[in-house]
């Protein structure tokens, strides 16, 4: 390999100024090509990891890592090895999901490294063992990992000592030590907020502190640092950090009630982290059937928890709720009694298994459900045991919850004086709280109560206050976030002029190079509400009027997988029934289980991306590159108006959909007329 090769060692010099200059795709073509020429030393391999993530390539960034790691082992040099070894298990561990494969990966580590924790590669082992134990449900060694990784990363490297932080507080927090782990997490937040750690630490810092509130049911907080992690991401974030983002803003969107924002956020979310998670897109996925069930669609609820599902991810206790919704109690009791004594072992990072947190919103499902079933003593069981979990962690949230829960019972077995007093508890702690859909169910309750009391004028009114709000979260269009229409002192323009285009917003004028994306933009734009297929966009901006056509005529948008990404599960593959035969060695039931399941998961994508004969199978059309293309060229063009526009910035990112169709889809009843 000859690294003195001037033509080869400029290509990497421009491949790492474009990285420095953010220009990720540039920057992966860039190394792309010194790989090729065999310019690429194992120093380089490592930033040309970095890079690949950045750029949307999660199997190229694993797979060079692993390259790394066998390169280094082969010269002798076994920290750097681990080093590489652990980078693979991290990836694996925050985007596949996949604890097998993370745990074979560490053991390799683990065999390289001198038992004196000295380096950043013992760091960043005991950063991934702590997690990986944590979301296995063995939070005893994850305490032991996490003390390790803050205290040798203290001395090695910062950002791993933050990461373990994080996992720290979330430990004290499932010990039942609230307001220590709060401030823990709060200690934590500050250093990813001084802006010393690196791009992907400090993404990985804001959203497993925000999972951590999440789960927590500490909504105002996680509110606070959601909004924090946005500022951040929208100059800083890479990778999947983006979607990430986004899911978290889905979440507070849904609590708050603007449930058609939620909804637009979480599909861009997929979108945006479909390249890098693949059973970790159950989150997400979940998220949007909790939203749409709150919206009254019950079929797309349905059918985002069933496509979570069958990505091995656990769809309860929104899917059991449906089934509640639709009458179908029987099961809805069946699904709801499985999910709680028999609990998928799915690693989510913000209900961690084997604690109270991840039983509390089964149980609350599992009160409504018996109640509805006039199954009182599973009711009151469930209604108590929530009730102990929420005076343990100390959650405002949790505690409305368990006086609704606890009033459900008391109106069923008819106390519906006692049922009062407990609905209006609740009422007011969820309006305390923000939640204006949980208040209205609360409403809704109380409206029963008072009229087995014989006060039917207050019964109509907490009624009819709450269809009023039921029917705003259902069917209220986007707005903007003040719910007002912006003043503006002249139209809203986006205009070509040469090179540039010239945009003004909201009274602001800001000028923006010609891209691809301002000419998407541009078309989107000039008819709200109406959609566009990506391949008529692309063919838009292109010289051959036929080019909509012609990309048709390719037949197909390629294998569902590649052949690198096949590679990549069939060694995931091989690592999972290592570590299965080791469960079985060390008779560890709870470990097998998990392993099984990522087992069945990606023998099931597999199968779907390979047919009969072991020939591929191809995606239906060429739209699914074009819709990569579009996706990619609008996103990034509205980040570059950010830069110059914050507000435009937002505006867009609220009202222009990507996808197979596109839309500029601003609210109706908050008209937006642009100048193209």
């Given at each position: 390999?000859?690294?003195?090769?001037?033509?080869?060692?400029?290509?990497?010099?421009?491949?790492?100024?474009?990285?420095?200059?953010?220009?990720?795709?540039?920057?992966?073509?860039?190394?792309?090509?010194?790989?090729?020429?065999?310019?690429?030393?194992?120093?380089?391999?490592?930033?040309?990891?970095?890079?690949?993530?950045?750029?949307?390539?999660?199997?190229?960034?694993?797979?060079?890592?692993?390259?790394?790691?066998?390169?280094?082992?082969?010269?002798?040099?076994?920290?750097?090895?681990?080093?590489?070894?652990?980078?693979?298990?991290?990836?694996?561990?925050f985007?596949?999901?996949?604890?097998?494969?993370?745990?074979?990966?560490l053991?390799?580590?683990?065999?390289?490294?001198?038992?004196?924790?000295?380096?950043?590669?013992?760091?960043?082992l005991?950063?991934?063992?702590t997690?990986?134990?944590?979301?296995?449900?063995?939070l005893?060694?994850?305490?032991?990992?996490a003390?390790?990784?803050?205290?040798?990363?203290?001395?090695?490297?910062?950002?791993?000592?933050?990461?373990g932080?994080?996992?720290?507080?979330?430990?004290?927090?499932?010990?039942?030590?609230?307001?220590?782990?709060?401030?823990?997490?709060?200690?934590?937040?500050?250093?990813?907020?001084?802006?010393?750690?690196?791009?992907?630490?400090?993404?990985?810092?804001?959203?497993?502190?925000?999972?951590?509130?999440?789960?927590?049911?500490?909504?105002?907080?996680?509110?606070?640092?959601?909004?924090?992690?946005?500022?951040?991401?929208?100059?800083?974030?890479?990778?999947?950090?983006?979607?990430?983002?986004?899911?978290?803003?889905?979440?507070?969107?849904?609590?708050?009630?603007?449930?058609?924002?939620?909804?637009?956020?979480?599909?861009?979310?997929?979108?945006?982290?479909?390249?890098?998670?693949?059973?970790?897109?159950?989150?997400?996925?979940?998220?949007?059937?909790?939203?749409?069930?709150?919206?009254?669609d019950?079929?797309?609820?349905?059918?985002a928890?069933?496509?979570?599902?069958?990505?091995?991810?656990?769809?309860?206790?929104?899917?059991?709720?449906?089934?509640?919704?639709?009458?179908?109690?029987?099961?809805?009791?069946?699904?709801?009694?499985?999910?709680?004594?028999?609990?998928?072992?799915?690693?989510?990072?913000?209900?961690?298994?084997?604690?109270?947190?991840?039983?509390?919103?089964?149980?609350?499902?599992?009160?409504?459900?018996?109640?509805?079933?006039?199954?009182?003593?599973?009711?009151?069981?469930?209604?108590?045991?929530?009730?102990?979990?929420?005076?343990?962690?100390e959650?405002n949230?949790?505690?409305?919850?368990?006086l609704?829960?606890?009033?459900?019972?008391?109106?069923?077995?008819?106390?519906?004086?006692?049922?009062?007093?407990?609905?209006?508890?609740?009422?007011?702690?969820?309006?305390?709280?923000?939640?204006?859909?949980e208040?209205?169910?609360?409403?809704?309750?109380?409206?029963?109560?008072?009229?087995?009391?014989?006060?039917?004028?207050?019964?109509?009114?907490?009624?009819?206050?709450?269809?009023?709000?039921?029917?705003?979260?259902?069917?209220?269009?986007?707005?903007?976030?003040?719910?007002?229409?912006?003043?503006?002192?002249?139209?809203?323009?986006f205009?070509?002029?040469?090179?540039?285009?010239r945009?003004?917003?909201?009274?602001?004028?800001?000028?923006?190079?010609?891209?691809?994306?301002?000419?998407?933009?541009?078309?989107?734009?000039?008819?709200?509400?109406?959609e566009?297929?990506?391949?008529?966009?692309?063919?838009?901006?292109?010289?051959?009027?036929?080019?909509?056509?012609?990309?048709?005529?390719?037949?197909?948008?390629?294998?569902?997988?590649?052949?690198?990404?096949?590679?990549?599960?069939?060694?995931?593959?091989?690592?999972?029934?290592?570590?299965?035969?080791?469960?079985r060695?060390?008779?560890?039931?709870?470990?097998?289980?998990?392993?099984?399941?990522?087992?069945?998961?990606?023998?099931?994508?597999?199968?779907?991306?390979?047919?009969?004969?072991?020939?591929?199978?191809?995606a239906?059309?060429?739209?699914?590159?074009?819709?990569?293309?579009?996706?990619?060229?609008?996103?990034?063009?509205?980040?570059?108006?950010?830069?110059?526009?914050?507000p435009?910035?937002?505006?867009?990112?609220?009202?222009?959909?990507?996808?197979t169709?596109?839309?500029?889809?601003?609210?109706?009843?908050?008209?937006?007329?642009?100048?193209?």
């Amino acid at each position: 390999m000859n690294h003195a090769s001037g033509d080869g060692r400029a290509l990497v010099e421009g491949a790492r100024n474009a990285a420095a200059g953010g220009a990720w795709a540039d920057a992966y073509a860039g190394y792309q090509e010194a790989r090729e020429a065999g310019e690429l030393a194992p120093a380089d391999l490592a930033d040309f990891a970095g890079v690949a993530y950045a750029a949307g390539h999660l199997d190229v960034a694993i797979e060079t890592w692993e390259r790394v790691h066998g390169e280094l082992s082969g010269l002798g040099e076994d920290n750097g090895a681990a080093g590489a070894a652990v980078q693979v298990a991290m990836h694996l561990l925050f985007d596949t999901a996949l604890m097998a494969p993370v745990r074979g990966w560490l053991r390799r580590a683990e065999r390289l490294l001198d038992p004196e924790p000295t380096t950043p590669a013992h760091a960043w082992l005991a950063v991934v063992r702590t997690f990986e134990r944590l979301l296995s449900g063995d939070l005893d060694a994850a305490r032991e990992w996490a003390a390790r990784a803050v205290e040798t990363g203290s001395r090695t490297d910062p950002a791993a000592a933050a990461i373990g932080r994080v996992a720290q507080a979330r430990l004290v927090i499932l010990d039942g030590d609230v307001p220590r782990g709060l401030e823990l997490l709060e200690d934590a937040g500050a250093a990813a907020m001084s802006g010393d750690l690196d791009p992907l630490s400090t993404g990985v810092v804001y959203c497993e502190l925000v999972c951590a509130l999440q789960g927590l049911a500490q909504y105002e907080l996680a509110e606070q640092w959601t909004e924090a992690m946005e500022r951040w991401a929208r100059t800083s974030a890479i990778g999947s950090l983006h979607g990430r983002c986004r899911v978290h803003r889905a979440e507070i969107l849904r609590l708050r009630g603007q449930c058609a924002n939620a909804e637009q956020q979480v599909l861009l979310a997929c979108d945006e982290l479909r390249p890098y998670v693949r059973r970790e897109l159950g989150w997400p996925l979940t998220e949007l059937g909790r939203i749409r069930l709150r919206r009254g669609d019950l079929t797309g609820a349905a059918e985002a928890l069933l496509a979570a599902h069958r990505l091995g991810w656990d769809p309860e206790p929104g899917l059991s709720l449906v089934r509640l919704a639709e009458g179908d109690l029987d099961t809805a009791a069946a699904s709801i009694r499985e999910a709680l004594t028999r609990p998928r072992p799915v690693p989510s990072k913000e209900l961690p298994p084997t604690s109270g947190l991840r039983r509390a919103p089964l149980l609350d499902a599992q009160v409504r459900i018996a109640v509805a079933r006039d199954d009182l003593e599973t009711a009151r069981i469930a209604a108590q045991e929530l009730e102990e979990v929420a005076v343990r962690f100390e959650s405002n949230a949790l505690a409305a919850s368990a006086l609704r829960a606890r009033g459900e019972v008391l109106l069923s077995e008819g106390d519906a004086a006692g049922a009062s007093e407990r609905f209006t508890d609740a009422v007011r702690a969820w309006n305390e709280i923000g939640a204006p859909y949980e208040t209205a169910e609360c409403r809704l309750r109380l409206a029963d109560a008072h009229r087995a009391l014989g006060n039917l004028q207050t019964e109509t009114l907490e009624r009819e206050a709450a269809h009023t709000e039921l029917e705003r979260i259902a069917h209220a269009p986007e707005a903007a976030a003040d719910g007002s229409q912006p003043a503006m002192t002249e139209p809203n323009t986006f205009l070509r002029e040469g090179d540039h285009w010239r945009v003004v917003f909201d009274g602001r004028h800001v000028t923006v190079r010609d891209s691809k994306g301002m000419h998407h933009l541009a078309r989107l734009l000039a008819a709200p509400g109406r959609e566009f297929h990506v391949l008529d966009l692309v063919a838009a901006d292109s010289d051959d009027p036929g080019a909509a056509g012609a990309l048709a005529r390719t037949g197909d948008a390629g294998p569902l997988l590649d052949d690198r990404a096949k590679r990549m599960y069939r060694r995931r593959l091989a690592e999972i029934e290592e570590d299965i035969d080791d469960a079985r060695a060390d008779h560890d039931i709870g470990r097998q289980e998990q392993t099984e399941l990522e087992r069945d998961f990606l023998i099931g994508e597999l199968a779907r991306a390979v047919g009969l004969g072991g020939r591929d199978r191809h995606a239906g059309a060429a739209s699914e590159r074009a819709r990569a293309a579009v996706t990619q060229a609008v996103r990034k063009a509205i980040a570059r108006l950010r830069d110059t526009s914050p507000p435009l910035g937002d505006h867009l990112d609220r009202t222009i959909r990507t996808g197979t169709y596109c839309a500029y889809a601003p609210a109706p009843r908050l008209p937006s007329p642009w100048s193209t």
